[in-house]
């Protein structure tokens, strides 16, 4: 176990000692005795931090877990891992401040449950991150989506939270088992887990059949977690969760572990063309609908929601453009396509930092005003100043306006989509001209819902009457961690190259592996300026069509789809649920009917079609005459009549002729057996059938006056054909087996018995011997089975059900 | 003979069926000691029907019918007979709680 280790497992150990402290120290916030852990491990981290501008060396640590099936817990670190474990642990030990002031320590508040499930969550994406093996990136994976559930559901006596919690988990987790195929798959492929040793082998295996299978799975995955369409829905119901929970799972971590995962990816799935194409038009269509949707949301979070559904297909878009990088040649184009790798990477950092921040604004306009209804809002500049600042920034920075982070990613967006437009490969000079007007439309509605949030919130009228409370600023304690995300937002914004070499070269370097040669290393340079480009007349447009449409915004206010809130594809979802549940409950009214006939018939007819087609494919039809024995006349007329008896059972009409029948079968059964030389037999079952015949007639003897009507069944021909099947099919299969066991001379071990019985055992009735000396456990467990009829009988006939109640 | 045997051991299997399928539990008891009848002699068939002295070594014929074949059906017969007896006594049983013989009747709650 190496310190590495700990790290991903250091929130799970501390999650045990919550309650403790939860229940010792009531006065004391919970959250104060969370806030050291993600505050130490993010110190812990930067000191991986490749300070001294040399490439950074991936760190790797392996324990073994399940040594049998490949499965071991190593840890691997390299840029890209430490960028995001940097972002788990620093946003967390923001979030967990904020949230220590945004939850009240007050009575019946189940603060220990609260900070239990989010150290969970924080233990889970560490250990996503931190992974090598696909297993334990699976486990991981499925605590995420598991803790998530619980936290979005913290409120659980509200209906909707519960609501957002199931969706969430379904979408989550089905797309989760689709990784884990798509993991299996990849095992198949390479015979290992591990997946630096399946990057080793990632030229090899894209040949293989099932390579665009795993592919899909692994993206089904990855989808599903970072909302990308048409997997968003669950997103915007998982605002129901408290407001940290949404600013730190909903916004900064969780929804980008689909992305981590496509960068992982990269290397190994990257550089073909379908990978390429899925990846970048999910993400820009992902972009257009999250943005276009975020427009008519009149919440405020549920502005974020959808506003992190499409940055999230944004970066996803991206990824998939710098995918090409691995196609080309190392010089040519090269660079074209790594400065889409470049911008996904910057925007990933950009967009945990202001997303972060908003989310945390809008909890804290909730708790001061107790709305977040844009259409209640209105005139807070003035009264919240701080908060209003610190909006200014994020939204300006998500807008993408100079001088913030947003800006310089969102510029590196447009050259990396003009770019991808431009690639000689995969085809995509064909549609790839869209790339770049998609993203720019995208980009118009990004502008216009961020002047929507802004001054719809801040400014115009206050109007205090449309409030539940009185509006006030907030108490700095909550401000704390908006601030410093905000800061982060024009520290990055204004020198963006202190991330450079720190971290955006060793993640790149984790995505593109094998672009570079040995003791290379990627250079990175960003600049704001970059003189008058296509990129930067592209924002202009936007910040002004964007403007343009806001200023207008009266002409759609009241259009239908303006109004509209709820997202179209939730209802293929609700319906679907409910399409699920119906049918379910439809194929059980059909097959569970509660009849015992029925079941007899499903098994009957089960029976009957599988024998019959596995008779029929083996060409099993046969009757084997040669081998059968000579018929005697006197056989032929005891069959006969016991054939007649057995017939007219269904016939007859009263229950005395039945018992009778039935006799007289057993009777003629017995009498076939002393013609077929079986004298024991005979003996038993002459025995057998007189007791059978008089229990039957004592049962019948004792039943109280029943309808006798009911006794003879209506001829119903379904049952009739079914029987005559199932008897068509016992007797061929009986022929079957006569013909088999003659054509394949196989013989008996009887002649053992007949040599052996007298010498062995020291009896002349073989069958006798065989019973209680060869085989006399059969005997042995059969008396068993006499003696619990025996006690089963007397236990039902003599305990009485007590006062009526049924048995 | 051995032809014959097994179109008869069919033909209870039918009428075995037949008595299975129907609503009244007097008859599917009667369904299934037929078709343990049926499962006896199919056994005792598949064995081969050729002639040969009992299995009784104090006989001292040439060849004797195959013994374990018989042992297995004296085991069959005899877990048979308890299944049935069993099962009587459990119809006698539903008789006197509820008075039907209708297996359609014999429902439990609407939920299950």
Known sequence: MSTLHFVALAPFIAAIFIPAFYFLFRRVHTGWFVLPIPLVLFIYLFTYLPLGGEPMEAVQHSVPWVPSLDIFFTVYLDGLSLLFALLITGIGALVVLYSIYYIANKDGEPLHNFYVYLLMFMGAMLGVVLSDNLIVIYVFWELTSFASSLLIAYWFHKEKSRYGAQKSMLITVSGGFAMLAGFTLLYGMTGTFSLQEIISQAGAISAEPAFLAAMILVLAGAFTKSAQFPFHIWLPDAMEAPTPVSAYLHSATMVKAGIYLVARFTPVFGGEPQWFWIITSFGLFTLLWGSVSAVRQKDLKGILAFSTVSQLGLIMSLLGAGSAAVHFDVVEGESMATVAVMAAMLHLINHATFKGSLFMVVGIVDHETGTRDIRRLGGLMTIMPITFSISLIGIAAMAGLPPFNGFLSKEMFFEGMLHAAQFDVFNAQTFGWLFPIIAWTASVFTFLYCMIMLFRTFTGEHDPSKLEKEAHEAPIGMLISPIILAGLVILFGLFPNMLAYTIIEPSMQAVLPDLLGAGEQFYVNIYHWHGFNTALFMTLGVVFFGALLFVNMRRFEASAFYLGERDPLNWFYDSGMTGLISGAQSVDAVQMTGKLRHYFMFMMVFFSVTMSYILLSTNALVIDWANAGELSPYLVLVVAAMLVATVAIPFVSSRISAVVLIGVVGFIIALLFVVLRAPDLALTQLLVETVMVVLLLLVFYHLPEIRKENFKPAFKIGNFVVSIAVGAVVTITGLAVHAFRYDNAINPISDYFVENAYELAGGKNMVNVILVDFRGLDTLLEVLVLGIVAIAAVVLVKFKAKDGEDV | ?112
Not at chain 2, 17 to 27: D, G, N, P, V
Not at chain 2, 56 to 67: H, I, K, N, R
Request: charged content about 15%; hydrophobic content about 50%.
């Open chain 2, 1 to 112: 003979m051995e032809i014959l045997m097994i179109f008869a051991v069919g033909i209870i299997f039918s009428v075995g069926t037949y008595l299975l399928l129907t609503k009244s539990m007097l008859r599917v008891i009667l369904g299934v000691m037929l078709i343990a009848h049926g499962a006896h002699l199919m056994f005792l068939t598949l064995a081969g029907l050729k002639t040969g002295s009992p299995p009784l070594l104090g006989e001292e014929a040439s060849s004797y019918a195959d013994p374990l074949p018989q042992a297995l059906i004296l085991t069959a017969i005899v877990i048979g007979f308890g299944m049935t007896a069993f099962m009587l006594v459990l119809a006698y049983r539903t008789y006197k709680l509820h008075g039907t013989d209708n297996l359609d009747e014999l429902r439990g709650t609407d939920d299950e």
